[in-house]
């Protein structure tokens, strides 16, 4: 819904937007990794606050506060077993499942999107969907078109703190269609986004990102972030690329009511699945880390036809 996951970086305003440390003992770990937010559906009993305690050991917190133990290779890249334990795709009551039952053929009927390479998603398993960001739209039209898999993204807690019943409303289409709320602020920011999308990744989820880090200020393709590249090598999950095409014309500048009709058509286009297998282990190598970025932009710049600007939007924008 807003900058998603494209940057490790050291500073707030890092591309992912993420949680930072602090807060209440047991709520958050000291990263910041949102541990409470709930990805599966009801049928799981839930904490003593009402919220749903993810079953990922290795970063839970600890009763000091601390973290647990955690091996250096996620237990994805080694291979293991990464379907949720509490997790039923075919349960029929899930917010995923009504929302895109009752507002999906809404939404499709005004963006009317056309999807090619729809068929390069894996069908199970962890997988990164990484591609530009037009405009606020986006990431209501990317769980239109992704099939019976649900995509997991970061987004601004303000979209799920909001009071009435109007805020109420907000935070459950929100988190229903597969936003994890973040709060932005602090200097961890961009670990803590990063942290929870591995987190998505290892419990076998599909995870979408903007490895540019915001909204494209002109509709040209931006410098990416490399925290795409540190999440694909720390999970070994498959890359797919894919392009918003004609999302800024229906609602430019990210703001205000989509303008339906007078010919406007959406199209997301998805490339194939990128490997970076071959790098395994090199996380921490900035060179490889702005290689595998770079590659994957290149791919999402293809499939959307953008000019290509080297230098991070955030910088164009202040300028």
């Not at 599909?206 to 931006?222: A, V």
């Amino acid at each position: 819904m807003t900058e998603h996951a494209g940057n490790s970086g050291r500073s707030g305003r890092t591309g992912v937007g993420p949680g930072q440390g602090g807060g209440k003992p047991g709520t958050r770990a000291v990263t910041g990794v949102n541990f409470l937010y709930r990805l599966n559906e009801p049928g799981v009993p839930s904490g003593g606050n009402g919220e749903y305690r993810p079953h990922l050991r290795e970063h839970a917190p600890t009763p000091q506060g601390g973290h647990g133990t955690a091996t250096r290779r996620s237990r994805t890249a080694a291979g293991e077993a990464h379907a949720p334990r509490h997790h039923r795709p075919e349960e029929p009551l899930s917010r995923f499942v009504l929302i895109k039952a009752t507002l999906g053929p809404l939404l499709r009927l005004l963006f009317r999107p056309r999807v090619e390479g729809a068929e390069n998603i894996p069908g199970s398993g962890p997988v990164i969907l990484a591609g530009n960001h037009l405009t606020f739209i986006d990431s209501m039209i990317l769980p239109l078109v992704t099939g019976e898999r649900q995509v997991f993204f970061i987004g601004k807690d303000e979209y799920v703190t909001g009071k009435g019943l109007k805020g109420r409303l907000m935070a459950w289409f929100f988190t229903g269609s597969g936003m994890i709320p973040v709060d932005r602020d602090g200097g961890r920011g961009g670990v803590a986004a990063l942290m929870t999308g591995r987190r998505v990744l290892e419990e076998g989820h599909m995870f979408g990102i903007y490895p540019e880090g915001t909204r494209s200020p002109d509709g040209r393709l931006y410098r990416g972030r490399t925290g795409i590249a540190r999440l694909a090598l720390m999970t070994g999950a498959p890359v797919v690329p894919f392009a918003m095409i004609g999302t800024d014309e229906i609602q430019p500048g990210g703001k205000g009511l989509p303008r339906v009709g007078g010919g406007r058509r959406v199209s997301v286009h998805f490339g194939e699945p990128l490997d970076f297998s071959r790098y395994e282990g090199m996380d921490r190598d900035r060179y490889v880390l702005r290689a595998v970025t770079d590659e994957v932009m290149s791919e999402v710049m293809r499939l959307s036809g953008q000019e290509y600007v080297d230098m991070y939007a955030t910088k164009a924008r202040a300028a």
